[in-house]
């Protein structure tokens, strides 16, 4: 078998502990523009475009809540969906491969729609969460199958 390039299983557990506040935050800022405000500070921009003429690698001000929050989920997400599991045979290899492939698939034909019936600002915010989703949706079908799986091998035996 090909060695795939995977993190330690010890990594899931805090992978899970980080994303999960992570996306209730997140949820929180979305629906209810929960900002922190001690998280109010200026941090080095490469280009920014206030209401004139843009500028280059300077300091602005900013809150880092939603940075700070991105940042968190998806290194928690990355460190759960890409550890191995306790058992990583071809079989787990195998789903892995097809949950990724599927999870593109799902990620662009939703994107797909999106640049045919969403428009304005609102386009932002889809481009926005389009950066979450394939993993979102790789970690959902990886772990329903897997779990779907056991269930089934379970109930054989």
């Known amino acids: 078998m090909k060695k795939i390039l995977l993190l330690p299983h010890r990594f899931k557990l805090p992978g899970l502990?980080?994303?999960?506040?992570a996306t209730v935050i997140g949820l929180?800022?979305?629906f209810n523009e929960f900002q922190i405000s001690a998280l109010d500070t200026h941090v080095f921009a490469m280009y920014v475009q206030?209401?004139?003429?843009?500028?280059?690698?300077?300091?602005?001000?900013?809150?880092?809540?939603n940075e700070l929050i991105g940042l968190l989920?998806?290194?928690?997400?990355l460190m759960l969906g890409f550890s191995k599991e306790k058992t990583e045979?071809?079989?787990?290899?195998s789903?892995?491969?097809?949950?990724l492939l599927w999870a593109v698939y799902v990620n662009y034909a939703l994107l797909i729609i999106c640049f045919l019936f969403v428009y304005g600002i609102v386009?932002?915010?889809?481009?926005?969460?389009?950066?979450f989703t394939v993993l979102i949706i790789f970690i959902a079908r990886f772990n329903f199958i897997i779990y779907r799986n056991k269930k089934r091998f379970a109930d054989e035996k």
């Open 89 to 93: 045979d071809e079989y787990i290899a």
């Open 73 to 77: 989920f998806l290194i928690g997400a």
């Open 123 to 131: 386009f932002l915010q889809v481009m926005t969460f389009n950066i």
């Open 50 to 65: 206030d209401l004139g003429a843009g500028r280059y690698f300077t300091m602005v001000p900013d809150n880092i809540t």
């Open 95 to 99: 789903v892995r491969l097809s949950s």
């Open 17 to 21: 502990l980080i994303m999960i506040p």
């Open 28 to 30: 929180m800022i979305i």
